[in-house]
């Protein structure tokens, strides 16, 4: 199996631009969940789907910050417009039955 | 306010020795804890699970203990290698929480040939 795919792995952006992060789960799983690593804040779930439903997205740190699932394959996270401090790894897990939940490779974010 | 904490940001090991690796919770409704593992520039990579219905959960060098009256887990790795020197977060979960995680804050193991 592939594995949780996500893309680009490195995004390097200007304050003010918008940035779309993607993220294909692994087939078969019905749950897909947008995660954020800082130092500060550690591994923080920003918003979870339930078959393609976004069910809490209450981690979301503000509206500039949107995630869609528009099929079971695909979900995208953006932000627009993007500020220094968006700068974080942001994770992509997806899970079928059980609590297990399998991680992409995450996506590094700068912003300047 | 940290519901799962990880008090050790590290831990260095002999291979060949025992790791220990702690966690508390806070969270009374919490009913699932898992352990994930993290190398640099990858996602985690989940270890080894257990429910509140049992104390231990073992899977090859990795073994799990739950103590629910402390609410503290610790996960052991006998014995230690070098490839096992990454980031351990513990997790946890709640019934009809849709099984949303709570991570702490990760442990970087080192295994010291």
């Known amino acids: 199996d592939a594995g949780v795919i996500q893309s680009p792995r490195h995004e390097v952006t200007e304050m003010g631009q918008e940035v779309t992060l993607r993220c294909k789960p692994i087939?078969?799983?019905?749950?897909l969940f947008w995660y954020r690593q800082t130092m500060m804040r550690g591994l923080e779930l920003l918003i979870y789907f339930n078959n393609n439903v976004p069910i809490d997205d209450s981690g979301m740190p503000e509206d500039r910050f949107s995630a869609k699932m528009p099929n079971a394959s695909f979900s995208t996270l953006k932000i627009q417009p993007s500020e220094p401090r968006d700068s974080a790894v942001y994770f992509c897990a997806s899970s079928k039955v059980g609590y297990e939940q399998y991680f992409g490779p995450g996506t590094r974010l700068t912003v300047t | 306010d940290q519901q799962v904490k990880q008090n050790s940001p590290s831990l260095s090991v002999q291979e060949g020795r025992i790791s220990i690796l702690n966690c508390d919770y806070t969270n009374s409704m919490f009913d699932y804890f898992l352990w994930y593992k993290k190398y640099p520039a990858e996602g985690p990579t989940f270890l080894i699970s257990i429910s509140s219905i049992k104390d231990k959960n073992e899977d090859g060098r990795f073994t799990v203990f739950l103590n629910k009256s402390a609410k503290h887990l610790s996960l052991h790795i006998v014995p230690s290698q070098p490839g096992d020197s990454a980031v351990y977060f513990c997790?946890?979960?709640?019934?009809?929480?849709?099984?949303?995680?709570?991570f702490g804050s990760g442990t970087q193991l080192t295994v010291l040939p």
């Open positions: 997790a946890a979960s709640a019934s009809g929480s849709a099984r949303q995680l709570t």
């Open positions: 087939s078969g799983h019905n749950s």
